[in-house]
């Protein structure tokens, strides 16, 4: 998968959505997000790298099969599109990589103010008892539980777990929905 693609599909995972309505919400000034615009012009500007790329190896290629064929005086030319696919392949990379920084900005933006990711952890994980109550709390007030409305609302009040261990506490609040 290329680079353009592998990051096209990144920025629609992360912000949930196919990237055409991305692009028609950003352009109207409708997503609220404040990195959205600059995440769009720069993925703009990596597809634009791509296509460059592509060229100059489109270039590459068919300089190549005429040095093949015995024209030995394209040995420069065939050295100058290497370059360039070179120069082109390292700058697709460096737009890439400030995209998924981007992205990083985005998800750390989108964390409560009080829920900074620290290199050291503070305490350990909420036991599955202090983690039960909180779900308790949460599912209480949902119209229907499901996984997703139960991590959003985990979320909400400051408790993230595995995907995992979130299908654990699904199963324990469906049980125990089950015998009341």
């Known amino acids: 998968m290329s680079t353009v693609i592998y990051t096209r599909h990144l920025v629609e995972h992360r912000y949930g959505r196919p990237l055409e309505d991305l692009r028609r919400h950003g352009a109207h000034g409708g997503s609220g997000d404040p990195v959205l615009p600059i995440v769009l012009r ?3 500007g990596l597809a634009a790298t791509n296509a460059h790329a592509r ?10 099969q005429r040095c093949r064929s015995g024209e030995p005086v394209l040995d420069d030319l ?21 995209v998924w920084d981007l992205l990083d900005v985005r998800l750390l933006l989108d964390q409560p103010a009080d829920r900074r990711p620290s290199a050291v952890r503070t305490g350990p994980a909420p036991g599955d008892e202090d983690l039960m109550a909180v779900a308790r709390q949460v599912a209480a007030h949902l119209p229907r ?3 997703e409305t139960l991590r959003q609302g985990l979320h909400y009040r400051g408790v993230h777990v ?3 261990r979130l299908g654990t506490v699904l199963r324990r609040l469906r049980t125990e929905r089950d015998h009341h």
């Not at 696919?85 to 890439?96: K, L, P, T």
């Open 55 to 64: 060229a100059a190896r489109r270039n590459l290629d068919a300089a190549w």
């Open 145 to 147: 539980l499901n996984r």
């Open 162 to 164: 595995s995907n995992r």
């Open 42 to 44: 720069r993925l703009d």
């Open 78 to 98: 065939v050295l100058r599109y290497a370059a360039e696919v070179v120069d082109f392949e390292r700058q697709e990379q460096s737009e890439a990589e400030a």
